[in-house]
């Protein structure tokens, strides 16, 4: 299906000595973002807690309940599993750098953090892989260690379990039926905590990479020794002043050379600016989230921007490959559509308030940025951007811990070229393990009367895919319908397809035209003529909802072109027809958010390839490898 396929040639410049490092061609890295692990088997510190009995792996589990998961954007616990099946797949395909570009923990409790640590150890010793991190918000949520929990642990019967890190931070209600279990292995680490245990993988010198240098050396290439460098890493010099006074906070970017030609350039996007009424720089509570990403970068962590040019200019003068990542996007990431998505859900809906403006990616591709590789978002993406004579790609990655999961290979070719491919996770072994503690859970809220239940369907999912489709209608019901005009909303979810082609066509009341059904002979007639012209009979518009618009809408949120196949060529073909019958300049309300939302799915399906692609990188030109409505 061509119409939905973005076409366009784009200068995207040089990679810097793609085409005359031949010891780089074919080197393949895989990018596994938003990991957000939680370590389902943990063993937690200073407590006699072990969690609840899993009689399907004989082990206690310590997980968040299903339906704190599915209110979350992301997955809490079966992401554990979809991790290793990740890793597995990777080692499977030979490739040796791996590189996770933040949120590579959930909240970056003690717990979680080591058992990150562990698992890549054992690939790292077992399978000779090599990983680079980098920071994202849920890594340090705060600079400094958090006193936290959660209150939505399961519990022994079904119920919640409140965990703690501290006494104090819970006030329990009548309503508890368990003891509160205070641990530190829950508090939210801050970075000296998370570097002394991940420190080894990228953020700080290797003795067996051939460099390494963070925004805060005074060495360069030439005089690079690993004492030196080991020197310099010490994380108490790697800070700068975000506030005055006394407000300095660290900064783990770095760049590193663990294969001769490649440097891989981590971002550490996080920006914590302290509260207005923060008085204590030592304290994290004084800080503000992470989450915003690059627009805090202009304002308060600009010496990136140097940094940054700084390392351009020295790979493109030692002929090196750059592999620039981070956690934050740099370029707007809903395929040009922000204005109708600001218009139809207001300022604040759909997470805007996360979208780079245009300044991030102009300054970026001035300081000479052709390619970034980032997350945050959950969603697979290409955002591009060319400013002047620059340009820069922005490789959105998916999360393993949201739909559609998957995770990024890059492959550097000859003569001048980049494959970007998307591996999607549908087969990960053991992703029902837990699914019997869901199902307790579920029991015990419908024995209390607990309203709204979830829907147990999820239990019979079949694949992981399926599991995570079934999170993102979960999602749907109890979080993003919100952000719908309820007008709009409660129409849609009364209507057909037919319907909304009938009320296409209609220039009466809207409501009045769905809730008849009596249609105007003009307006029988030209649809007539829209079916005729589509193929299409009339029982195929009736065969979807616009519940099925909504569903579909959200897929290609999350998955872009990943998720074609799914919808299928037909309903893709009926939502384009729609965006072109609904009348743009429409009196009604109603007509004009309808068209809104059809406008936008348009933007969703005519984007920048985001599955399977290559850039040539000489000539500039975007070509699709495959494409999965075939």
Not at 118 to 135: C, G, K, M, Q
Not at 398 to 422: D, F, H, N, R, V
Not at 462 to 489: C, G, M, N
Not at 538 to 551: M, N, R, V
């Amino acid at each position: 299906m061509n119409r939905y396929f973005y076409k366009a040639s784009l200068f995207l410049g040089l990679l810097f000595g793609l085409s005359c490092q031949s010891q780089t061609e074919s080197v393949q890295i895989a990018f596994l973002a938003d990991v957000h692990l939680h370590d389902v088997y943990a063993t937690l510190d200073s407590t006699d807690y072990q969690g609840v009995w899993n009689p399907k792996s004989k082990r206690f589990a310590t997980i968040r309940t299903m339906g704190s998961q599915l209110h979350s954007t992301r997955i809490f616990n079966e992401n554990y599993f979809a991790f290793l099946a990740a890793l597995d797949d990777i080692a499977s395909r030979g490739i040796h750098y791996v590189v996770m570009p933040g949120d590579f923990s959930d909240d970056g409790q003690p717990m979680n953090i080591r058992a990150l640590r562990d698992i890549l150890n054992e690939y790292r010793t077992h399978h000779d892989i090599t990983f680079l991190l980098a920071t994202g918000n849920h890594d340090p949520v705060r600079p400094f260690n958090l006193p936290a929990g959660k209150r939505d642990f399961l519990g022994t019967n079904g119920q919640n379990q409140v965990i703690m890190s501290k006494s104090g931070l819970y006030t329990p209600t009548r309503n508890d039926e368990l003891p509160v279990v205070l641990t530190p292995s829950v508090q939210k680490s801050g970075y000296h905590d998370i570097l002394s245990l991940l420190g080894e993988f990228g953020f700080y010198p290797n003795k067996d990479h051939l460099y390494w240098s963070c925004p805060f050396a005074n060495y360069d290439y030439e005089s690079y020794t690993y004492d030196l460098a080991q020197e310099q890493s010490a994380l108490e010099q790697r800070q700068y002043a975000i506030a005055s006074p006394g407000f300095v906070v660290p900064d783990v970017s770095y760049v590193c050379e663990p294969v001769e030609g490649v440097w891989f350039l981590s971002i550490d996007a996080n920006v914590y600016i302290p509260k207005p009424a923060a008085h204590d720089p030592e304290q994290p509570q004084s800080y503000g989230s992470a989450s915003t990403g690059y627009n805090h970068v202009l304002s308060h962590k600009r010496h990136l921007i140097t940094w940054v040019k700084k390392i351009v200019e020295e790979a493109k003068r030692l002929d090196k490959t750059l592999i620039p990542f981070s956690h934050y996007p740099m370029v707007d990431f809903y395929d040009e559509a922000t204005g109708e998505i600001r218009q139809l859900f207001g300022q604040d809906g759909m997470q805007l308030h996360r979208i780079p403006s245009e300044e991030v990616a102009q300054l970026f591709a001035k300081a000479g940025l052709t390619v970034h590789f980032g997350g945050h978002m959950h969603i697979n993406d290409t955002g591009i951007r060319l400013i002047e004579e620059n340009s820069l790609v922005n490789v959105q990655i998916p999360s393993i811990a949201a739909y559609i999961p998957g995770y990024k290979i890059a492959t550097l070719l000859p003569e001048g070229q980049l494959e970007i491919e998307t591996i999607t996770l549908d087969t990960v072994p053991r992703f029902d393990e837990l699914f019997a503690l869901y199902q307790m859970e579920y029991d015990y809220m419908k024995e209390q009367g607990n309203s709204p239940l979830w829907d147990r369907q999820i239990l019979e999912a079949k694949s992981y895919i399926e599991y995570t489709e079934w999170h993102l209608k979960q999602l749907i019901a109890f979080r993003f319908v919100r952000d719908w005009p309820e007008e709009l909303k409660n129409q849609l979810l009364q209507s057909t397809g037919l319907d909304l082609l009938y009320a296409s066509q209609e220039h009466v009341d809207f409501d009045s035209a769905l809730s008849s059904q009596r249609y105007t002979a003009t307006a029988r007639q030209k649809v007539a003529s829209l079916l005729a012209q589509a193929q299409s009979k009339t029982s195929d518009w009736q065969a979807w909802t616009g519940y099925d618009l909504i569903l579909d809408f959200y897929r290609l949120r999350s998955a872009d072109e990943l998720a074609f196949a799914l919808i299928g060529e037909e309903r893709l073909a009926q939502y384009e027809l729609l965006y072109q019958a609904f009348d743009p300049d429409s009196s009604s309300m109603l007509h004009s958010q309808i068209y809104d939302l059809l406008k936008i799915t348009h933007h969703f399906t005519h984007g920048a390839p985001a599955d399977h692609f290559k850039i040539n990188l000489r000539t500039g030109a975007l070509s699709r490898i495959n494409d999965r409505t075939n």
